[in-house]
């Protein structure tokens, strides 16, 4: 294809820039979602492509911003697993920068999210037994500032893309 009627092509995006444009970038994300180690070779093969089309979808994926990045997840042992709760927070918000600062030196907070709904936010927590998870779950009902928590504990990972 000439270069002047590819780029007349790239004009005409109907997608934003970093949005999968069909079924198969979505497919191809799914894949290195689960395996980012999977060589460019299978990715062709088990979505029926060409090796050369995986190579031009995962640059064109890469330089709109669509992929960022490859990473690597560390394994705990089993032993370490430990338990895992998504807990609904509902904070006074004239006491919202205090109890953020309190909660973030939790070792056990694995993430905290201000969300929209019943909740301001959403405290992801892993301890490593149920008995710290309640003591923690007093820590920070007990915090000025906190009116109300609610903890939903994670009983089976079904998919896990983070």
Same mark, same amino acid.
């Given at each position: 294809?000439?270069?002047?009627?590819?780029?007349?092509?790239?004009?005409?995006?109907? #997608?934003? +820039?970093?949005?999968?444009?069909?079924?198969?970038?979505?497919?191809? *994300?799914?894949?290195?979602?689960?395996?980012?180690?999977?060589?460019?070779?299978?990715?062709?093969?088990? +979505?029926?492509?060409?090796?050369?089309?995986?190579?031009?979808?995962?640059?064109?994926?890469?330089?709109?911003?669509?992929?960022?990045?490859?990473?690597?997840?560390?394994?705990?042992?089993?032993?370490?697993?430990?338990?895992?709760?998504?807990?609904?927070?509902?904070?006074?918000?004239?006491?919202?920068?205090?109890? *953020?600062?309190?909660? &973030?030196?939790?070792?056990?907070?694995?993430?905290?999210?201000?969300?929209?709904?019943? #909740?301001?936010?959403?405290?992801?927590?892993?301890?490593? &037994?149920?008995?710290?998870?309640?003591?923690?779950?007093?820590? *920070?009902?007990?915090?000025?500032?906190?009116?109300?928590? &609610?903890?939903?504990?994670?009983?089976?990972?079904?998919?896990?893309?983070?």
């Amino acid at each position: 294809m000439p270069a002047t009627r590819r780029r007349a092509t790239a004009q005409r995006e109907p #997608f934003p +820039l970093a949005a999968p444009r069909d079924a198969l970038d979505r497919e191809l *994300i799914s894949l290195l979602q689960a395996n980012a180690r999977e060589s460019v070779a299978d990715l062709a093969r088990k +979505l029926g492509a060409a090796r050369t089309t995986m190579l031009a979808r995962l640059a064109r994926l890469e330089a709109s911003g669509a992929i960022v990045g490859y990473t690597v997840r560390l394994g705990t042992e089993a032993g370490e697993q430990g338990v895992h709760a998504y807990v609904g927070i509902s904070i006074n918000p004239k006491l919202q920068r205090d109890v *953020i600062r309190r909660l &973030t030196k939790l070792p056990e907070l694995r993430q905290l999210a201000s969300v929209s709904g019943e #909740f301001d936010y959403m405290a992801m927590l892993r301890a490593p &037994t149920t008995m710290r998870l309640d003591a923690l779950l007093d820590e *920070i009902g007990e915090l000025d500032g906190v009116l109300r928590t &609610t903890t939903s504990v994670v009983l089976a990972v079904r998919v896990d893309r983070v």
